[in-house]
């Protein structure tokens, strides 16, 4: 059994709110959401940070952003959201596995933060 959360939700370990899957990708809805649409896009592939990429996973890495595009489309907020990618213990990332935020909903412009 591996320690990685993601990869253990990626083998159905862990339970989650699946919103997208295809056989690269996996996005479930984040359970500490920031937004109305807070959903979590990690690749199959266990890849702990964007520093670990590869050339071989250029594709990859773009299928995270079109999944975040059709996920927002069909989830009703094609017009605007917001992807966020943190990278490292110094950049906020907690979880060790690649993985996009889609959050999507409420938006305060005077504070340009997502509201809760």
């Not at 159905?12 to 649409?37: M, N, Q, R, W």
């Not at 990278?87 to 999507?104: D, N, P, R, S, T």
Request: net charge negative; glycine share 8%; aromatic share 8%.
């Amino acid at each position: 059994m591996t320690a990685c959360l993601f990869c253990r939700i990626r083998d159905g370990e862990i339970p989650s709110t699946k919103v997208y899957e295809d056989e690269h990708l996996l996005a479930f809805k984040d359970i500490y959401p920031k937004a109305p649409l807070h959903v979590l896009i990690v690749p199959r592939k266990h890849i702990a940070t964007i520093n670990d990429l590869e050339e071989s996973d250029a594709e990859l890495a773009g299928r995270l952003f079109l999944a975040a595009k059709k996920i927002a489309a069909e989830a009703g907020y094609g017009d605007g959201y917001r992807v966020l990618m943190n990278c490292g213990e110094k950049g906020g990332q907690v979880i060790f596995h690649l993985h996009l935020h889609l959050m999507a909903g409420f938006y305060d412009h005077e504070q340009d933060q997502v509201s809760d």
